[in-house]
């Protein structure tokens, strides 16, 4: 049971498919970042109101689906996705196409300090810890999705057009800088971190003024 | 020869690093877009005045690398790689710790319409095609990077706080739901392109303007 066969490592997060099922047998899907705790421990913040806390809490269980499906992340977000995108399984919720998944048992609920720029929930999120207990390939090259190494490709194609540009451009590829570089720091490893401040220092010398 | 093998496919766009060689055997990588014309067949635009271009006028041929090196990518779109970072062969360019690499044979280098927002080369740009003569996977799973996948989940993540934010903030994400959906269309297979729909005609029942 190692998470970086699937190209998942600690203290990196990563973009998923969860898929849960309410006491009652309805099956879910919701698109949720992904903690890696540990070689087999995984964790998520779930904000009170959605499907998949409710479902946890009743279950204390979920499955985390690696998927590259955009269709399946759209209508997963703005709802939930048709039946036939699950599995037959009776007893567990899995997404039919997925190119592996990750069958996880809750070990902690926690309640966390409220969260000021999440209105509607009034900032009330709990944090989510779990074991890993099954990780299934369909797909023997399945590979989480890490936000990072595009953050930063998007940051490397802004610098070859910062001589290029308005000053209000300029202002704007600044500022997308900042942005993806804190996500940087949240999400990806030393390397793509690394790059960044590579990038940083060469921006500073031009004279940018970046964070 | 299929570039499909390394996840290429016909009218997409992925993200590389170009190495080529110098008349006289000067190495030198730099990160390009890779457009894919078939299944042995790329092509890309290169601008007046950068050395991809100057090397690929004099031996006609490219190696484009399949990487996810985000160091390498940062020190070959701010300066050139160090030597170290290349193969040991003499005779063609190529980066050591590539996931797969294509070597390509310039078929057509054909000068473009100026694009006005490129200043210092006055917008003077060349496509070249090119077809494949090889495709080299260093590690079977390679896959070469596709930005759209990713434009989508930005837009995901922005949408579920579209309800939660200030009008300024909403503002910046219509923003760059516009730009990342301009991007896909770009880049993107129709899946990617389906998915922006469907958060798209979302975004507009909930009464947000975008293009």
Redesign the interface.
Known sequence: MDLTDIGIEEGQKY?GIYTTMSRDGVKNAA?IGIVCKGKDKLGCRLFVGTTTLKNIMETRKYVVNIT????N???S??GNLDIEEFTDDEDIAILKNAEAYVICDVTDIRKMDPIK????SNGEAYIISSDVVKIVKNN??A?A?N????????C?TN??RL???SKEQQDYFVGRFNENNRMIKRV?GP??I???E??KK?MIEKGFDVE
């Open positions: 973009e698109p590259f499906d955009p269709i992340f759209a209508n977000t703005i720029d999440h209105v509607t023997p090259c590979k999705l936000r990072g190494v595009f953050a930063l490709l998007e490397l610098y070859t001589d290029l540009v990806s390397d793509t690394k790059a960044m590579i990038l060469s």
